[in-house]
């Protein structure tokens, strides 16, 4: 099984200011990877597929980037609502055996 | 949009069925897949159907206790779930694998079940 670990398990950032989030595979994943942001009480929502791409609706100051086992999601200048829970995902095996990474709290500062 | 329903309190050993229903898309086009959040957790895939329900694909924890089956023309999917264990306990969503690619691109609410006696 590929481990994600992310890290740090909390970050605390004020608004306005860039956030770094970490991911890094067990094993390399290519560029299969994915970021998600979750929100209390909510499903998770899709940002980033293929390590850089942003999904439909995303704004742009949310960015991936990495590949191997080495990834990071950058949000550019922090507002309030992006502050939430992220996890990366890997999809690189077949037969599938997608893993998630514990995530990261995005706390306000 | 997906929405799921079914869940609930069950007991240890028991069983509960899942239900997954799917509009808005040509739900024949895509696998789906079950991914679950126990409580203050991270997420969890369990498993996914592919669009035909000719393939199918398990996380080794719900092996031979978890069954996923599709109803196509019902745009419906379920989630078969026996010898049901406390660390069962989750949130279980289910969501749509992206076409032709395999991270999740929509996702629904989620439905509760909780395993205890």
């Known amino acids: 099984e590929i481990v994600m670990t992310q890290s740090p398990a909390t970050l605390c950032v004020s608004p306005g200011e860039r956030a770094t989030l970490s991911c890094r595979a067990s094993?390399?994943?290519?560029?299969?990877l994915a970021w998600y942001q979750q929100k209390p009480g909510q499903a998770p929502r899709l940002l980033i597929y293929?390590?850089?791409s942003r999904a439909t609706g995303i704004p742009a100051r949310f960015s991936g980037s990495g590949s191997g086992t080495e990834f990071t999601l950058t949000i550019s200048s922090l507002q309030s609502e992006d502050f939430a829970l992220y996890y990366c995902?890997?999809?690189?095996?077949?037969?599938?055996?997608?893993?998630f990474g514990q995530g990261t709290k995005l706390e306000i500062k | 949009q997906l929405e799921e329903s079914g869940g609930g309190l069950v007991q240890p050993g028991g069983s509960l069925r899942l239900s997954c229903a799917a509009s808005?898309?040509?739900?024949?086009?895509?696998?789906i897949s079950w991914v679950r959040q126990a409580p203050g957790k991270g997420l969890e895939w369990v498993g996914n159907?592919?669009?035909?329900?000719?393939?199918?694909y398990y996380v080794e924890s719900v092996k031979g206790r978890f069954t996923i089956s599709r109803d196509n023309p019902k745009n419906s999917l379920y989630l078969q779930m026996s010898s049901l264990r406390g660390d069962d306990t989750a949130v279980y969503y289910c969501?749509?694998?992206?076409?032709?690619?395999?991270?999740?691109?929509?996702w629904g609410r989620g439905t509760l079940v909780t395993v205890s006696s």
């Open positions: 159907i592919k669009y035909d329900g000719s393939e199918k």
């Open positions: 995902q890997q999809y690189n095996k077949w037969p599938p055996r997608y893993t």
């Open positions: 969501a749509r694998d992206a076409y032709r690619a395999r991270y999740f691109d929509l």
């Open positions: 293929g390590a850089s």
């Open positions: 808005g898309f040509t739900f024949t086009n895509y696998w």
């Open positions: 094993q390399s994943v290519n560029s299969d």
